[in-house]
């Protein structure tokens, strides 16, 4: 048995078919689809904007300067550490909102970590609310708690942003961590950052306290 072939006729706009899509249509049709981009955009470079405004950010004239000591900490600790050695940053920044720390915002703080080769581990630039957020609660702990707590943790050394504390409160942190880790292993050319080394207090941690005990 053999079926008889049945023939499809295209449909026409004769024969009350689908007619076909007017040119007027077609580009009326690609306009929409052109404003819905740039809208969608627009919203884009709004958000980022809101995140990451120009208010914060400091004059073009300051930004040699600032890049220069960027680079002169960064170096300095990394002649100073061994590959792979962890430094804890003051003062704790919040990312990825841009809250103002004392004179600087919380991305200046990522100068040292972008001006260095790479070889250390920096504690700036976790997310707020994910694992980076232990930083704000050993940061809040009394100083001799904090470095403890750092010095237990291998962290190699503490650095100091002089410029991110309002009033005194650098002058009096840094009494305290000279008072318990002596006098600090490098202070920039401009005087505005500094570091501490955490070395020896690990050592003398884990020499009264054993190893097994500090690693706890």
Do not use: H
Not at 36 to 61: E, I, N
């Amino acid at each position: 048995y053999r079926a008889p072939r049945i023939a499809m006729s295209q449909p026409s706009s004769a024969s009350g078919g689908i007619p076909a899509p007017s040119a007027s249509a077609e580009t009326a049709a690609r306009a929409s689809k052109a404003v819905r981009w740039a809208v969608g955009v627009m919203l884009v470079c709004v958000a980022v904007a809101d995140q990451y405004g120009t208010a914060s950010l400091p004059p073009p004239s300051f930004d040699e300067a600032r890049w220069s000591t960027d680079v002169e900490l960064a170096s300095d600790l990394q002649s100073a550490l061994p590959d792979g050695a962890m430094v804890f940053q003051l003062p704790v920044g919040t990312y990825p909102a841009e809250l103002p720390l004392g004179a600087i915002s919380a991305n200046d703080l990522l100068g040292p970590s972008v001006a260095g080769d790479g070889t250390l581990r920096w504690s700036v630039g976790a997310m707020s609310g994910r694992a980076g957020d232990w930083q704000r609660t050993v940061a809040a702990l009394p100083t001799a708690s904090m470095v403890a707590d750092l010095a237990a943790a291998d962290v190699a050394a503490l650095s100091v942003d002089r410029r991110g504390f309002d009033g005194g409160s650098a002058d009096a942190l840094e009494a305290e961590l000279s008072e318990l880790l002596g006098a600090p292993s490098f202070v920039s050319t401009d005087g505005t950052r500094a570091w501490y080394d955490l070395r020896p207090l690990r050592a003398e941690l884990v020499g009264r306290d054993g190893a097994a005990a500090v690693a706890e």
